[in-house]
């Protein structure tokens, strides 16, 4: 991008019309002659691929500055940071931060189980599949393609609009309750995950205990979620439930 | 898990990556960026270190997947290519800043080879050009970024997009040369400043 070539948005749309042109029939030729009377053709051609390829590129890096903020917090400490002693002081300091580390040991051990143990099982649910072209739960399936593409906000504005319409819901409830966790709030989700009982005859009695589990585990409820595991016995809650510390 | 679900698993990945489906890409991201960080902290570096190596190896691995330069058999070897290149990246960075040291001390170049000046020049002028359009598309607004970002990331056509915005075709066209306009004048306007 460093000296910018003048194209025409006639221009511009004609290249990406040729670049995107998969066929090779008399409309990929007539594309090919159209572009090749532009003037200067090749170097426009280029530069649109490659004002194309940039975009697209920053594009994926502001997409993986949004995907760290995703981290679990207890694996992007700033308390993490390497640490940097001068000479003088230093015993001084080891000391000290050995005392305080002492007391907070007994303080955070379970904390830190709770995170460790909640981000090696937490996966967002897959999700159901999308159902193009009905108009029944059409706002519900918009929210699917939102939660899909990982815009948990999006999802969530959607499908609490009608929640309030019918909040005993429990496809509803279920998939806000695991939104919220996919956005790291445990506290909201259990607002929607509980109490179990409303999910007890439908297609999420075994996933709603699982995600309930999983967000009181974020709490660092590991009792609660230890029950709940064992009085619903399945394959992936009897596994979490067997990762859970005696 | 069985072999069925470990194939659908990496189908599920690749075609994320090949297509830019952003939540298996997020949560493939998360589950990496540990071990990287552990890497890093280990061989003395900083949260801030271990976070951008393992984003710039990322982002490689990800381009390379998405432009079929790399095929993987598997999701390991997916995992494995992003940890090596990481790890080369942290590598990299402690020898540059080694050499650098090692140069103010004695006062010559003698540790860098003519291979290594060249391709420390080619790095950071790519790096340089990626970080001036990003910092460019960062500062587009945000009707310019939606839009850019529907059509060439999510591959959304220009009609669904207009349907979405509850405009003309037409007008979607206009509006997103309008943004690549200002997005060009943006990159240029940052590389000139």
């Known amino acids: 991008m460093n000296s910018p070539i003048q194209i025409t948005q006639e221009e511009w749309d004609l290249i990406e019309t040729y670049l995107d042109h998969k066929g090779t029939g008399n409309e990929a030729q007539e594309l090919k002659q159209k572009v090749s009377e532009l003037t200067d053709s090749a170097k426009k051609i280029k530069y649109v691929q490659k004002v194309r390829e940039e975009m697209e590129d920053s594009i994926r890096q502001s997409k993986i500055k949004e995907f760290h903020k995703h981290i679990p917090m207890a694996d992007d400490s700033k308390t993490a940071r390497r640490m940097r002693f001068k000479p003088h002081g230093m015993w001084y300091a080891m000391a000290a931060v050995l005392v305080l580390l002492f007391g907070l040991f007994w303080m955070l051990k379970e904390d830190n189980t709770s995170e460790k143990i909640f981000a090696a099982h937490f996966k967002p649910d897959i999700g159901l599949p999308l159902k193009m072209g009905t108009n029944n739960d059409y706002g519900f399936y918009e929210g699917m393609v939102d939660y899909k593409q990982g815009n948990y906000k999006e999802a969530i504005a959607k499908w609490q609009l009608l929640l309030n319409e019918n909040p005993e819901n429990d496809t509803l409830n279920y998939f806000l309750g695991v939104t919220y966790l996919a956005e790291g709030n445990s506290e909201k989700s259990l607002e929607y995950l509980e109490p179990n009982q409303k999910f007890t005859n439908g297609i999420f009695n075994e996933e709603a205990p699982y995600y309930t589990a999983l967000a009181k585990i974020k709490e660092g409820k590991l009792e609660e979620a230890k029950k709940l595991l064992a009085e619903n016995p399945s394959e992936k809650n009897t596994t979490l439930l067997e990762s859970l510390p005696e | 898990m069985g072999n069925t679900a470990q194939i659908q698993e990496q189908f599920t990945l690749l075609d994320a990556f090949l297509n830019n489906k952003e939540a298996p890409i997020r949560e493939f991201y998360v589950a990496e960026y540990p071990k990287t960080k552990h890497y890093v902290l280990t061989h003395g570096g900083t949260i801030d270190n271990a976070n951008d190596v393992f984003q710039e190896a990322f982002f490689s691995c990800w381009k390379r997947l998405s432009t079929g330069k790399f095929s993987p058999n598997t999701k390991s070897e997916i995992e494995a290519y992003l940890f090596t290149t990481a790890k080369n990246k942290w590598i990299d960075h402690t020898r ?98």
């Open chain 2, 96 to 193: 540059m800043v080694a050499k650098k040291k090692t140069i103010s001390m004695e006062g010559k170049t003698n540790y860098i080879t003519a291979d290594d000046t060249e391709e420390i020049n080619y790095h950071t002028e790519k790096e340089q050009q990626l970080t001036i359009t990003l910092a460019a598309f960062e500062n587009l607004g945000e009707a310019c970024k939606e839009l850019l970002t529907q059509f060439y990331f999510y591959k959304m056509s220009l009609r669904d997009i207009a349907e979405k915005l509850t405009i003309e075709e037409a007008s979607a066209k206009n509006k997103k040369y309008r943004c690549i306009q200002k997005l060009k004048e943006l990159a240029f306007h940052k590389i000139n400043t």
